[in-house]
């Protein structure tokens, strides 16, 4: 009787067996089904694709449509094909990698693995100890004029405005409307938010502003999120968040601030796999993929983009321990110097795979302008060490002044611009920064420059203040244009 029954147990578990060896079989060809079927992209649009954000639009529609609706249909089949391409170019990109390159990522990517994360899965604080120095005079002295007194308490006045506004009507957005009074959140930073509350830390914190920075630093700890999956511009989130959090961590000591700059500057690392290191302009930063302006000159990097990063990155490897920061940034000046330069002028415009100049375009305003001032500031955050960025700098102001800086038959300098040879007579708004820039640098000029460079300076700035002066209404015009006599001779 026992045998009996141990038998008919041992036939039922090999009944299930068998059963399940069929079920999977089943499984498997219908899987395959769906992913060979010539109409396949419906009905993975079907099973894979029903994310909340596309079950929304499926059920409504940006429009109110109802289910099932062409409209619907397209927006679904569009988002398989994005990330279809998206697929494909990380593909194209790993493939085009030697295959000791390859190798290399793998163990780089696995060894990360185990230090990212602890048990319940949050991020390990494994940052080396950093010893703090809050720098002299950030806070706590007062002017003793008291006409400067007057005007520092209505500068805090203003930026109290302007922060109450912002806490009032778009707390958590990335910037303000202040027309309409409702929260706006460009899509140069992707779905992260709170722009505006990690670019005013440091301003907060210098006036003294306590609660508000409190306030916003509770926010950071809280709501601050890099874990999207959105393409972001690697410039901007740099400067405005990357620079945000340091300079706040460098004023006040919060830890959060350092470990929020570093998670973040970890993130950008994918837009430097390039063939040449010169870093692209976007990146999504969950998937790595990058890719650059579709406007920007056959797809080249943008030099005040990609030259605005050795700032930011330096720090990163100094709080972090993590020398790939510094490393990156350093490939970049690596690249430019064994590039020839036309005129000596640094182009626009650079493939980031050839690493040959895109178009001859070269600008002190858009599209250039903060990688001279990047070049100084190099230089004199190392405590004035770094020589290979200074001798950039002033090599490339003096091919500026010999090839861009002109006077106007009214007497007023400027710097004009240049297109494979040829000067266009215009100044943008975003070049007045030089009048400032050229002043900061003229203390280290080389031979007896300084005061040349200074007089240089105060005749840009003054430039700048004349075409505000002159005109009507001088914020809505970003460039002063000259009326062009000869190449060289121009008046307003």
């Not at 007057?150 to 202040?178: F, Q, T």
């Not at 899509?187 to 916003?216: C, H, P």
Request: glycine share 8%.
């Amino acid at each position: 009787m026992h045998l009996k029954s141990v038998s008919a147990t041992s036939f039922r578990l090999t009944e299930k067996f068998i059963l399940l060896l069929v079920f999977s079989a089943f499984i498997t060809l219908c899987f395959g089904a769906i992913f060979f079927l010539p109409d396949s992209s419906k009905l993975l649009s079907g099973v894979f694709f029903r994310s909340s954000a596309v079950e929304t639009n499926t059920r409504t529609g940006p429009d109110g449509s109802e289910p099932g609706s062409a409209g619907n249909d397209g927006r679904v089949l569009d988002k398989i094909r994005k990330d279809h391409d998206m697929a494909l170019l990380e593909a194209k990109y790993i493939l085009q990698k030697q295959p000791d390159d390859i190798k290399n990522d793998i163990f780089s990517d696995k060894n990360k693995v185990p230090n990212s994360s602890d048990q319940n899965g949050k991020k390990a604080n494994d940052l080396p100890s950093v010893e703090f120095h809050r720098p002299p005079g950030a806070i706590g002295s007062e002017p003793r004029d008291p006409e400067t007194r007057e005007r520092r308490a209505k500068v805090k006045e203003m930026m109290k405005h302007a922060w109450d506004s912002y806490r009032r009507y778009a707390w958590g957005s990335n910037e303000l409307r202040p027309v309409s009074k409702q929260g706006h959140s460009s899509n140069l930073f992707g779905s992260i938010k709170g722009a505006t509350i990690v670019d005013a830390l440091d301003t907060l914190f210098i006036m003294e502003m306590s609660e508000e920075f409190n306030a916003a630093t509770e926010w950071v700890e809280k709501n601050l999120d890099f874990n999207v999956n959105a393409e972001v511009s690697v410039f901007e989130v740099n400067i405005r968040f990357v620079g945000g959090l340091l300079s706040a961590y460098y004023l006040s000591g919060k830890e959060v601030f350092r470990q929020k700059a570093v998670e973040l500057g970890e993130k950008l690392l994918p837009a430097f796999r390039t063939s040449t290191g010169i870093p692209w302009a976007l990146l999504n930063l969950k998937s790595g993929v990058g890719r650059n302006w579709p406007w920007a000159s056959g797809g080249s990097s943008i030099l005040a983009e990609y030259g605005t990063l050795h700032l930011e990155f330096m720090h990163l490897s100094k709080l972090s321990g993590n020398q790939e920061f510094a490393q990156k940034v350093m490939n970049i000046r690596k690249v430019l110097n064994r590039l020839d330069k036309p005129q000596g002028l640094y182009p626009n415009y650079l493939n980031p795979n050839s690493g040959q100049w895109g178009q001859h375009h070269v600008s002190v305003g858009g599209l250039g302008d903060s990688f001279y001032e990047y070049l100084l500031k190099a230089w004199l955050m190392s405590d004035k060490t770094d020589e290979e960025g200074k001798k950039m700098y002033y090599d490339s102001l003096q091919a500026i002044e010999t090839s861009l800086i002109r006077k106007s038959s009214g007497g007023l300098t400027y710097i004009a611009e240049w297109k494979g040879g040829l000067l266009e007579h215009k100044m943008g708004h975003l070049t007045c920064f030089a009048g400032g820039m050229i002043a900061l640098g003229a203390d280290g000029a080389p031979g007896d420059k300084t005061g040349h460079q200074m007089e240089l300076a105060a005749e840009i700035a003054r430039t700048c203040h004349e075409s505000y002066a002159r005109t009507g209404n001088p914020h809505t015009h970003t460039h002063t244009h000259t009326h062009t006599h000869t190449n060289t001779h121009t008046h307003y």
